[in-house]
Nanobody, 124 residues
Framework: QVQLAESGGGLVQAGGSLNLSCAASGRTFTVYATGWFRQAPGKEREFVASITHGGSRTTTYADAVKGRFTISRDNTKNTVYLQMDSLKPEDTAEYYC????????????????WGQGTQVTVST
């Protein structure tokens, strides 16, 4: 199993920044990629960004966050980060990190383990 813990959420004004962290423990050597998803009230959980755990560290982003969010990974700390800049009110959601052992990094159903989530609220 893999255990995940998110942190770094909070309240920020539009145009501001937040840096989310996802700390992993357990059988992390089985992980192909870590992804970030978000879920706003009344909406489905949606893909935000992902990063593979191999040497290439391939990143993938949803169109809505390209150019504003950056995903990165620190292998020494087993932690994945999501730097969020130029935040908009529509970015308000609960943010979750998750891990997958297969290639379909944008497919929510491909992810095996999930964190508890961290709330991000962007005010106008």
């Amino acid at each position: 199993q893999v255990q995940l813990a998110e942190s770094g959420g909070g309240l920020v004004q539009a145009g501001g920044s937040l840096n989310l962290s996802c700390a992993a423990s357990g059988r992390t050597f089985t992980v192909y990629a870590t992804g970030w998803f978000r879920q706003a009230p009344g909406k489905e959980r949606e893909f935000v960004a992902s990063i593979t755990h191999g040497g290439s560290r391939t990143t993938t982003y949803a169109d809505a966050v390209k150019g504003r969010f950056t995903i990165s990974r620190d292998n020494t700390k087993n932690t994945v980060y999501l730097q969020m800049d130029s935040l908009k009110p529509e970015d308000t959601a609960e943010y979750y990190c998750a891990t997958t052992r297969i290639y379909s990094v944008q497919d929510r159903s491909a992810y095996d383990y999930w964190g508890q989530g961290t709330q991000v609220t962007v005010s106008t």
